[in-house]
């Protein structure tokens, strides 16, 4: 099945620094999504990517669907401690007739702010 | 903000027994989704359900496994005799257009 490689999968940051953190597939996808995962809770979406090359922006989060459509990356500027928690990414591949538009996930980048 | 509500948040089990994880999807979605996470590992597919069938399986759901939409409101998944390594997180997720999910806040399933 698909893969999606996900770095790092851990980060100490001071608050107030900005995180990068990416993806990588061996095959395309047609949407990126990024979610954030609180303990004991389900994954939150935070930007989700339809278009190969396009850029988004969520407040302090900025993603980036790859033009290859093989990799994404999120970043998040300005961190604090809120920003605590779980970052995957997840990749759609859409089949064409069918009602099934599952997503593959990434193992997770665990994010630690520091105040 | 409509959100999916799955009870029971945590359910312990005997191996070998039966459980129904249960699932309200938003209501007006059209896409039903149930994934697992496996403490400490990544999120993984199970099984969508779209038209009142099962449109999509993975290798994990195979046939202890089974989903129902036995009213409009409710979405299950029924594990017939449950293995230690069933023991998980069960997240039931819908969505109106193909793209978007919202998650429910998962089920913790321990098997012993």
């Known amino acids: 099945g698909q893969q999606l490689n996900q770095s790092p999968q851990s980060m100490f940051i001071q608050e107030g620094e900005d995180v990068s953190m990416n993806c990588t597939s061996s095959?395309?996808?047609?949407?990126w999504l990024w979610y954030k995962q609180d303990p004991g809770e389900g994954p939150v979406l935070l930007i989700a990517l339809y278009k190969a090359g396009e850029l988004t922006s969520n407040g302090r989060l900025t993603a980036q669907f790859g033009i290859t459509r093989k990799d994404s990356f999120l970043n998040i500027s300005a961190s604090i401690p809120s920003d605590v928690g779980i970052y995957f990414c997840?990749?759609?591949?859409?089949?064409?007739?069918?009602?099934?538009?599952?997503?593959?996930f990434g193992k997770g980048t665990k994010l630690s702010v520091i105040p | 903000e409509p959100e999916v509500t799955q009870t029971p948040s945590h359910q312990v089990t005997q191996m070998g027994q039966e459980v129904i994880l249960r699932c309200v999807p938003i209501s007006n979605h059209l896409y039903f989704y149930w994934y697992r996470q496996i403490l400490g590992q990544k999120v993984e597919f199970l099984v969508s359900f779209y038209n009142n069938e099962i449109s999509e399986k993975s290798e994990i759901f195979d046939d202890q496994f089974s989903v129902e939409r036995p009213d409009g409101s409710n979405f299950t998944l029924k594990i017939r005799s449950t293995k230690l390594e069933d023991s998980a997180m069960y997240f039931c997720?819908?969505?109106?257009?193909?793209?978007?999910?919202?998650f429910g806040s998962g089920t913790r399933l321990t098997v012993v």
């Open positions: 095959s395309i996808f047609n949407t």
């Open positions: 997840a990749g759609q591949l859409h089949k064409s007739g069918a009602g099934s538009y599952q997503l593959t």
């Open positions: 997720a819908s969505s109106r257009e193909q793209i978007g999910y919202t």
